[in-house]
Nanobody, 122 residues
C-alpha cells in the first residue's frame, strides 16, 4: 500500500510562490507516474501537473508557464513549484500515483494523499 503525504501549502499573496512536496512510502514504489490535482471549494477536482517515469511533464492549461513539476526518485519525492500565484489557484492540492494510461483522468490514479491547502490572497 502506497502512502502519500503532501506538505508546503499555506497562505501567500498574489504573485508569490510556494513549493509543494509529496513524500511517498510503502508498496513497491518504482518510479511510477505521478500527478498533482487540486480542488477548489464548490468545484470538481482538476488536473494540475503530471510527470512520468521518464520525467516527461504535463500541465493543465491554467498553470502552464507558472508551475513546474519535478521528482527525486531516490528520495521518493515529487514537487510542485508554483510561481506567480493567482487567487484562482486557491485550492486543496493533492498528489497521486497514476496506474492508468491517461494522465488527465482522475480514475487512472490509484493512490492519493490527504492534500495540502493553498490560499492565495489578492
Amino acid at each position: 500500500q502506497v502512502q502519500l503525504v503532501e506538505s508546503g501549502g499555506g497562505l501567500v499573496q498574489a504573485g508569490g510562490s510556494l513549493r509543494l512536496s509529496c513524500a511517498a512510502s510503502g508498496g513497491t514504489f518504482v518510479t511510477p507516474a505521478m500527478g498533482w490535482f487540486r480542488q477548489a471549494p464548490g468545484k470538481e477536482r482538476e488536473f494540475v501537473a503530471g510527470i512520468n517515469w521518464r520525467a516527461s511533464t504535463y500541465y493543465g492549461d491554467s498553470v502552464k508557464g507558472r508551475f513546474t513539476i519535478s521528482r527525486d526518485n531516490a528520495k521518493k519525492m515529487v514537487y510542485l513549484q508554483m510561481n506567480n500565484l493567482e487567487p484562482e489557484d486557491t485550492a486543496v492540492y493533492y498528489c497521486a500515483v497514476r496506474t492508468g494510461s491517461d494522465y488527465l483522468k482522475i480514475t487512472d490514479y490509484a493512490y492519493w494523499g490527504q492534500g495540502t491547502r493553498v490560499t492565495v490572497s489578492s
